[in-house]
């Protein structure tokens, strides 16, 4: 089954197109990425998916459902969750209140209903709490929950960003260079992270990445992209050997000798 | 973040002179001469004589605080040079005026202010007495900071407290009179002012207190024979006493205090609109204006009422239409942020205002005249009318407003508009519906200010559109920052500081805004996350002295 399908997806900023009628197919429980040189369009590509952006042309379908025309809450509510390539936590919130906050679409019980303290509000916060706290050890940062997320290091900061997506209850989760600004060894530790979060948790990964090596190893399918447009597509090795591809990073001539 | 070495003679120089300057400052626009009137020890100290030198004192002890490490002597010496170069503006002053008639300029230099800065002598006596007594008052601040703590803290203590009696000496000897009788407030008080000897004694005794307190740390025995109560007990015991508060305050203060409660009120509202949600609103007064104007329509017996509702009747009419008012002003600002929304905002308080004060509205709101003839709240027939019954009406009003902030803010809700001022975008990539969210804050803010003015108007029994300019917004917006923005009891204290303190300070009203805007300045260069500051604010600000 297919979780996210793209359709001619055309996306521009005045006389740039930025992302330019853009087609592609997530299956289910796969290791997707998405690659491509600096300004290929790739992170307005994911506004468009997340509705951030609205686009100008073509269709995306989540789970068989049109995602045309949806705002990013909605689109969000339906189980897609995202991270930022510059990581956007709310820093003036502690650990635990940054993933109650992604836990915000899961609550039934009503705003006004916190007034008159019910039972079935307190078990509902009680509750939240826990799932909070359990994904808060799952992502590695047992006991850091009342820290302040600003005063996180910066690895940290990466997880809890994820912990708060994973909040959402995603059955897409869209990584913006989850590697970005990290050394090697910690670059390892995302990787067997990420893979992790597929594996355990069946989540369907949608990735950008930027470390060739990092895609390489955990992808099971790139999407190559330049000026907007996708210029290649297929298995890791498929994209290491394709010509395009190589005159893209590398500029043109490399590919030949 | 203050490099000690860089702290030289050269320095303590500037420092001197800057404190002069501001001493000359306050004597030349008339404020010493005023504060003057106010006496704290009869026949020793008036409020004049604090203001003159709390500059110094100020200075004084700060740079010794600089210099702490560099021995007794030279910090002792700092002092002096200070208060001494603090007198020179001083005498400069005076010199000029005794020889030159200035007061055609500056019409404050009177002869008044020469009394007082001459020490009631001539002018070479008064002159020597001005610079050595400068000198030593900064020597003695500065030998503050070579004391140790267990002298140092007594000795604060006290001067603080025996002060702030002092100041307050008229309304205390007011309210003692009523209970113990004048025989009992002739022996403390001397012509609205502390008796020197019973001044004496007060500092005796509140020094006696803290160093009583201090020993009891040190065994790490402290009583606080409250501690083990039952909260609820304790919670009862806090409501007898705000209950009782009225008996005790008498008629003066209760009426101070439910000006402070109104502002309680608002300041709690907008708490949740700028606090919380992070919405700068600069119109706020708009919503206590609406809530005002719907209880003097719909109660008013005047010519311009036509249903003669009760209190009790109109405050549900009130509060909705503050409320509506809040979600229409929501409606088209849902997309702005930061300085647009503020200006937007500012715009939409004075829409409201004018419309008051329009010709075209007048058969409906009165126009600059008005609407009169509010009736008081009323409860099974009896009128509430002196300010010890409205205390009541405020408090349970404030009450309710506190209660709701507080579980919103613990709630999902309260995530949500946190998670909104923190970052909006991302706030709506984690679900959360914005246009719901913000309406909320702006619906609830409303509200609280619309009760705030329904009950605003039933306790003046007329409103006038003047009474809604800008400044209240204004007012509300520096009260909650000087408590500390998102801090509930940072509201209550933010409001007696900025409502309450002027209003027993009222001879002073003249210069009530400057000391507005000196508390300000002051108040956002040492402790910009306000006098009680939300948990996490406090954290963040100071986050860089958590790390080191």
Redesign the interface.
């Known amino acids: 089954m297919l979780v996210l399908s793209t359709n001619d997806v055309t996306k521009s900023f005045g006389g740039l197109t930025a992302v330019n009628q853009f087609s592609f197919d997530v299956p289910e429980g796969k290791i997707y990425s998405v690659i491509g040189p600096n300004g290929a369009g790739k992170t307005t590509f994911f506004n468009c998916i ?1 509705g ?1 952006y609205e686009f100008d042309g073509g269709k995306i379908e989540f789970m068989g459902e049109m995602l045309n025309g949806k ?3 909605q689109i ?2 339906l189980g897609v ?2 991270t ?1 390539q510059n990581i ?7 650990a635990v ?1 940054n993933i ?3 836990h ?2 899961h ?1 039934k ?1 009503y ?1 006004f209903e ?2 008159i ?1 019910t039972k079935r ?1 307190l078990q509902e ?1 009680a509750e939240a709490l826990e799932e909070a706290l359990h994904l808060l050890n799952f992502v590695g940062l047992k006991g850091l929950g009342d820290q ?1 997320a ?2 996180l290091p910066y690895g940290a900061q990466r997880r809890l960003e994820i912990a ?1 997506a994973l909040a ?1 209850r995603p059955k897409l989760l869209l990584l913006d260079e989850p590697t970005a600004g990290m050394n090697p060894n910690e670059t390892v530790e995302m990787i067997e992270f990420i893979q992790r979060l597929r594996d355990e948790l069946g989540i369907t990964i949608l990735l950008i990445e930027h470390d060739m090596k990092v895609v390489m190893s955990i992808s099971e399918n790139i999407g190559v992209m330049d000026f907007g447009t996708k210029i290649a597509e297929g298995t890791p090795k498929e994209i290491q050997r394709n010509p395009q591809v190589i005159e893209a990073y590398l500029g043109r001539g490399a590919a030949d000798g | 973040m203050i490099d000690n070495k860089t702290y030289s003679l050269k320095d303590i120089i500037k420092t001197g002179l800057l404190s002069g300057l501001i001493a000359l400052s306050l004597s030349v626009i008339g404020f010493i001469t005023l504060l003057n009137k106010r006496e704290l020890v009869a026949g020793i100290l008036s409020l004049g004589h604090v203001f003159l030198f709390s500059p110094l004192i100020a200075f004084a002890y700060l740079s010794a605080v600089r210099i702490k490490d560099e021995g007794k002597y030279k910090i002792l010496g700092s002092g002096f040079l200070i208060g001494i170069l603090t007198s020179i503006p001083l005498l400069i002053l005076a010199l000029i005026e005794h020889f030159y008639d200035i007061r055609q300029f500056l019409v404050n230099v009177s002869p008044d202010l020469m009394e007082i800065l001459l020490f009631n002598q001539g002018i070479v006596a008064g002159s020597i007495i001005l610079m050595l007594g400068m000198g030593l008052v900064g020597l003695l601040a500065a030998g503050l900071q070579t004391l140790p703590e267990n002298i140092r803290g007594p000795i604060t203590y006290a001067l603080t407290w025996t002060l702030l009696i002092g100041t307050f000496s008229e309304i205390l000897s007011g309210r003692l009179r009523s209970f113990f009788g004048p025989q009992f407030v002739k022996i403390i008080f001397v012509r609205k002012a502390l008796n020197p000897l019973v001044a004496g004694i007060l500092l005796l005794f509140f020094a006696g207190l803290e160093i009583n307190t201090q020993k009891r740390k040190k065994r790490d025995d402290v009583k606080r024979p409250w501690k083990n109560l039952d909260p609820r007990i304790k919670n009862g015991l806090g409501m007898l006493l705000l209950l009782l508060l009225p008996l005790v305050l008498g008629t003066y203060l209760t009426e101070v205090v439910n000006n402070v409660g109104l502002y309680v009120l608002m300041g709690l509202g907008l708490n949740i609109v700028v606090g919380f949600a992070g919405l700068l609103d600069l119109g706020y007064v708009a919503f206590f204006a609406i809530g005002a104007y719907v209880m003097g329509i719909l109660t008013t017996q005047g010519h311009l009422g036509f249903v003669s509702m009760s209190f009790w009747t109109a405050l549900p009419f009130s509060v909705g239409a503050a409320t509506l008012a809040g979600i229409m002003l929501g409606i088209p600002v849902l997309r702005m942020r930061g300085d647009y929304l503020a200006i937007v905002t500012l715009g939409f308080g004075e829409i409201i205002r004018i419309l008051a004060l329009s010709d075209m509205l007048k058969n409906q709101f009165g126009g600059a005249q008005g609407i009169l003839q509010i009736p008081k709240p009323n409860i099974a027939g009896f009128d509430l009318v002196k300010p010890e019954f409205l205390f009541y009406v405020i408090l349970l009003g404030v009450l309710l407003a506190l209660f709701v902030s507080w579980r919103l803010r613990d709630s999902r809700l309260g995530r949500q508009w946190m998670a909104m001022r923190e970052d909006e975008d991302v706030a709506e990539a984690m679900g959360i519906n914005l246009v719901s969210t913000k309406l909320l804050a702006f619906a609830t803010g409303a509200a609280f200010s619309g009760l705030a003015g329904a009950i605003f108007a039933s306790k003046l029994t007329s409103i006038f559109p003047h009474s809604f300019n800008l400044i209240v917004s204004i007012n509300v917006l520096c009260l909650i920052i000087v408590g500390g923005l998102g801090s509930l009891p940072g509201v209550v204290v933010g409001a007696l500081i900025l409502v309450g303190l002027p209003e027993l300070l009222r001879e002073f009203a003249e210069y009530r805004m400057l000391m507005y805007g000196a508390l300000l300045i002051v108040m956002m260069l040492l402790m910009p996350e306000g006098f009680i500051p939300s948990e996490v604010s406090k954290r963040e600000l100071h986050a860089h002295e958590i790390q080191d």
């Open positions: 997340t951030f705002s990013t809450d969000t509510r969750s995202r930022y956007r936590l709310f820093s003036n919130m502690t209140e109650l906050v992604g915000h679409p609550f019980t705003w916190a007034l303290p509000i916060e302040l600003c005063n708060r959402n």
